[in-house]
Antibody, heavy 122, light 109 residues
Framework: QVQLVESGGGVVRPGGSLRLSCTAS????????MHWVRQAPGKGLEWVAF????????DYADSVKGRFTISRDRSKSTLYLQLSSLRVEDTAVYYC???????????????WGQGTLVTVSS | EIVMTQSPVTLSVSPGERATLSCRAS??????LAWYQQKPGQSPRLLIY???TRATGIPARFSGSGSGTEFTLTISSVQSEDFAVYYC???????????FGQGTKLEIK
């Protein structure tokens, strides 16, 4: 079955960096757009970043633009999020999510990984 | 940037009752609207996409409607397992800004 497993979360000081990974299985990774979504403690969902199925386009929420970088490795079926210049307000559970349908067909995010917690604190 | 606004913030219903949740977009998103359910300690689950199509395995008591800027998620007869937080999301393909609403908490009355 389709599975997404995030890793790489942890505690980091303000201004620091971290790289999150999301290992995918059970589907043709190179056919699907992928996303990162975060959720601060006790708060709602915030879309963070998108990368097109072929890796040729990406986009970011304004709150992370210029600080975070999304990428993907087709050979490893793995999605990444490089977090830099971290701020206290970046503290959240970070989820990776697969586009529901392949090759940019309309739809939502399905499924989601279990999430990895990033804590930014001095 | 498209802003998604959900109402009410909290909805209290008794099991067996009908629940109606609303979502408004600050500009038209056509039918590019999804709904998710999130229970405490769990990842979100896709319920509805394309404003009105149920995702695989979603019970028929969940239905979505609307287009443009006004959308509704209806649970025809709320079951105990439905008490959760519900989010709407606009899914425009380009620019790919997939904004979420702030959520509606469905609680037991």
């Amino acid at each position: 079955q389709v599975q997404l497993v995030e890793s790489g979360g942890g505690v980091v000081r303000p201004g620091g960096s971290l790289r999150l990974s999301c290992t995918a299985s059970g589907f043709i990774f190179s056919d699907y757009d992928m996303h990162w979504v975060r959720q601060a403690p006790g708060k709602g969902l915030e879309w963070v970043a998108f990368i097109k199925f072929d890796g040729k386009n990406e986009d970011y929420a304004d709150s992370v633009k210029g600080r975070f970088t999304i990428s993907r490795d087709r050979s490893k079926s793995t999605l990444y999020l490089q977090l830099s210049s971290l701020r206290v307000e970046d503290t959240a559970v970070y989820y990776c999510a697969k586009a529901q349908r392949p090759l940019r067909a309309p739809g939502g995010f399905d499924p989601w990984g279990q999430g990895t917690l990033v804590t930014v604190s001095s | 940037e498209i802003v998604m606004t959900q109402s009410p913030v909290t909805l209290s219903v008794s099991p067996g009752e009908r629940a109606t949740l609303s979502c408004r977009a600050s500009q038209s998103v056509s039918s590019n609207l999804a709904w998710y359910q999130q229970k405490p300690g769990q990842s979100p689950r896709l319920l509805i996409y394309g404003a009105s199509t149920r995702a695989t395995g979603i019970p028929a008591r969940f239905s979505g409607s609307g287009s443009g800027t006004e959308f509704t998620l209806t649970i025809s007869s709320v079951q105990s397992e439905d008490f959760a937080v519900y989010y709407c999301q606009q899914c425009n393909k380009w620019p790919p800004m997939y904004t979420f609403g702030q959520g509606t908490k469905l609680e037991i009355k």
